[in-house]
């Protein structure tokens, strides 16, 4: 399978809405209660127009969603987050999304 990585777009607001308040995802985050809509979006539009934040969605080549890396740069380190899609998961496929990412 390959993955093809695009920069995330306004339109996938609801995506990114999905896959951060999966069950699974709330477990394994700082914060384990769901989030809300309106705070999601509102975090999604900053970090889409944030200089200093890039949001790369991975599909496949016949356009299923597969996963997200987001790396966010500030002075002394860059941060990187990565999530799967629940039909993804148990495939070794985190790395390569972040593999990918860092190219």
């Known amino acids: 399978m390959q993955l093809i990585p695009r920069p995330a777009a306004p339109a996938d607001v609801r995506l990114y809405f999905d896959w951060a308040n ?3 995802t709330r477990r394994q985050s700082f914060h ?3 989030i809300p809509f309106e ?3 509102r975090w999604f ?3 889409l127009n944030d200089p200093n ?11 299923e969603a597969v996963g997200q890396v987001r790396f966010e ?7 990187v987050g ?4 629940a039909r993804f998961r148990g495939r070794g496929l985190a790395s390569d999304l972040i ?3 860092c190219t």
């Open 22 to 24: 999966d069950p699974a």
């Open 32 to 34: 384990s209660e769901p």
């Open 39 to 41: 705070t999601h979006e």
């Open 45 to 47: 539009t900053n970090k």
């Open 53 to 63: 934040a890039l949001l790369l969605l991975f599909e496949t080549d016949a356009g």
């Open 73 to 79: 740069r500030s002075e002394t380190e860059t941060v």
């Open 82 to 85: 990565v999530s799967l899609d």
């Open 99 to 101: 593999r990918q990412g």
